[in-house]
């Protein structure tokens, strides 16, 4: 079984600077993706950004980048010029990359981010 | 192009009832999964369902039930609610199984049970 583990309960930064929430996993598996999901307070999960285990380039989505460290089962989050609007729960996720095992997701505990003004 | 919907939004149960939750995937999507996220915690994954056929179940008991229809829409069923039963239920469309479709979720339904 995978299990996900987010060790940051809550994390605050202010607008405009970076910060970077993180993540770390386990699995035997070695075909998988990795995602960060955003869950802002009207409780809609929204997909932030995805990462497949076999690329080894971390992936970027505009102010969002990864830094996916395979070996040591890791997988954080960077946001750059953060904006009030990115305050929300970011949930780390998990997904087998075997199409027979079926597209289940195992999520982490969650981080609370806030950006201040 | 409509998103995914549930349907209630909110609903109040007592101990014991049954509830039925309903989610109506993305057009052209034919796989639904459905996920429990109980106050300040992860979503935990319920069971899946792929052209209206269970493909996958977390750990569950098997009070909690689900169907698939044939325009892939879905519905969850929770026999004999429980208090710990009490959470945001979601629902999640794709195009397939693979891990490179997105998942697309619904807002929720908020279930307390009293």
């Known amino acids: 079984a995978q299990t996900v583990t987010q060790s940051q309960p809550e994390m605050s930064v202010q607008e405009a600077e970076t910060v970077t929430l993180s993540c770390t996993y386990d699995?035997?598996?070695?075909?998988?993706?990795l995602f960060w999901y955003k869950q802002p307070p009207s409780r809609q999960m929204i997909l932030v950004i995805r990462?497949?285990?076999?690329?080894?380039q971390n992936a970027t989505e505009n102010r969002f980048s990864v830094n996916f460290q395979k070996a040591a089962k890791s997988f954080s989050l960077k946001i750059s010029d953060s904006q009030l609007g990115d305050t929300a729960m970011y949930f780390c996720?998990?997904?087998?990359?075997?199409?027979?095992?079926?597209?289940?997701?195992?999520f982490g505990e969650g981080t609370q981010l806030t950006v201040n003004p | 192009e409509t998103g995914v919907t549930q349907s209630p939004t909110h609903l109040i149960k007592t101990r014991g009832q049954q509830v039925t939750l309903r989610c109506s995937s993305q057009?052209?999507?034919?796989?639904v999964s459905w996920y429990q996220q109980a106050l300040g915690q992860g979503p935990q994954f319920i069971f899946q369902?792929?052209?209206?056929?269970?493909?996958g179940r977390g750990n569950f008991p098997p009070r909690f039930s689900g169907l698939q229809f044939p325009n892939y829409s879905s519905e969850l069923n929770v026999n004999a609610l429980e208090l710990d039963d009490s959470a945001l239920y979601l629902c999640?469309?794709?195009?397939?199984?693979?891990?490179?479709?997105?998942?697309?979720f619904g807002p929720g339904t908020r279930l307390t049970v009293t």
């Open positions: 999640a469309s794709s195009w397939g199984l693979a891990g490179s479709y997105e998942q697309y």
């Open positions: 699995t035997s598996e070695s075909n998988y993706y």
């Open positions: 990462q497949e285990a076999y690329k080894q």
């Open positions: 996720a998990f997904m087998n990359g075997e199409e027979t095992s079926g597209s289940r997701l195992t």
């Open positions: 057009s052209g999507h034919n796989t």
């Open positions: 369902y792929y052209r209206e056929e269970e493909n």
